[in-house]
């Protein structure tokens, strides 16, 4: 498709089964029902060696290599993190550092949805917001929401179910597949 738009899907968690994980997954399956939108999943934070500034030099690390591309290639970011001690977790900070030094992410549209309960995830989205800016990363406001889980909101398939919360997440992917 000509005109198809690819959007990142980034987690911040490393927990098997986390609700975030869940989130990007549904953004996933709501994104085949959207004409012109697809999603990429990326593994998130998991296999990234610790950021150091002595290696973000050519020949980059292959993890970090891999990474960059992937957003390289994207037309947008979403990303989905959980909150560690009132900001993001030190893993996922870790990958963002290591897209610090790349041009990729600069100028390109992101989004993220923070699923938290009610009155949490406020510091990791304010952090997200300040790492974001040194990339130079194009935050859409209008693609950064609230779409709190309810325990249980995840079926056994690991998706969301419920059409409110997909309806959400689709509005989300179409702004930011419009750029």
Excluded: Q
Excluded at 101 to 125: Q, S
Excluded at 130 to 154: H, K, N, S
């Amino acid at each position: 498709m000509p005109n198809e738009r690819h959007i990142l899907l980034l987690s911040g968690s490393l927990r098997a089964g986390s609700a975030n994980e869940a989130v990007l997954r549904t953004a996933a399956a709501v994104a085949d029902t959207l004409p012109g939108v697809r999603t990429v999943y990326h593994p998130g934070p998991a296999g990234l060696p610790h950021f150091n500034p002595d290696h973000d030099t050519d020949p980059l690390p292959e993890p970090v290599a891999g990474l960059r591309a992937a957003i390289g290639a994207a037309d947008a970011l979403l990303v989905c993190t959980p909150e560690y001690a009132g900001t993001l977790p030190g893993a996922f900070k870790n990958l963002l550092d290591w897209t610090v030094g790349g041009v990729e992410i600069a100028d390109k549209p992101v989004g993220w949805i923070n699923c938290a309960g009610p009155g949490r995830g406020g510091g990791a989205e304010a952090t997200l917001r300040t790492v974001l800016g040194y990339t130079g990363a194009a935050v859409l406001d209008e693609a950064c929401v609230r779409i709190p889980l309810e325990r249980g909101a995840v079926g056994p398939d690991g998706l969301v179910a419920d059409p409110l919360v997909r309806e959400r997440i689709g509005a989300v992917l179409a702004r930011l597949a419009a750029g």
